[in-house]
């Protein structure tokens, strides 16, 4: 994500439910997070404040948003993550009320689990596509 920001300056990025150790990847105010305790508030309010309906929107999933119980089939499995209900809400509000102009997804390592990651993600990857605005 610094990358891609330091080629594409006319962007912001939001992420949603980081945890861990990693930090902010940027301090010059294009990077913003919302944390697991801002979406236990209100996550409609949250979100309709960060984004602006209308808006062009690239979604970048990150499996490891989920919590390892449902998702444990990634290469950085962290606990206290989302539960799939509640990243599809915030998918759907996104998806909804947005443009989409594109998806990607990572952190998927089937060899870890049994399919577990691997169906779910396919999914809600299904639920995403089915929301988007033709």
């Not at 594409?8 to 301090?27: A, D, K, T, V």
């Not at 990150?62 to 606990?79: I, Q, R, S």
């Not at 599809?88 to 909804?96: D, F, G, H, P, S």
Request: include cysteine.
């Amino acid at each position: 994500m610094t990358r891609v920001l330091k080629e594409n300056s006319n962007i912001r990025i939001l992420q949603i439910g980081i945890r861990g150790f990693s930090g902010c990847l940027s301090e010059n105010g294009l990077v913003e997070v919302i944390t697991q305790g801002m979406l236990h508030q209100n996550f409609e309010d949250v979100l309709k404040s960060k984004i602006p309906s209308g808006s062009k929107c690239y979604i970048s999933l990150d499996v490891d948003v989920l919590d390892p119980v449902f998702a444990p089939g990634t290469g950085t499995p962290v606990p206290m993550g989302m539960h799939p209900r509640q990243l599809l809400q915030i998918l759907e509000m996104v998806a909804k009320n947005n443009k989409i102009i594109g998806i990607d997804l990572v952190e998927v390592c089937p060899d870890q689990d049994r399919d577990t990651t691997a169906d779910l993600v396919f999914h809600i990857l299904m639920c995403l596509l089915g929301w988007l605005k033709m």
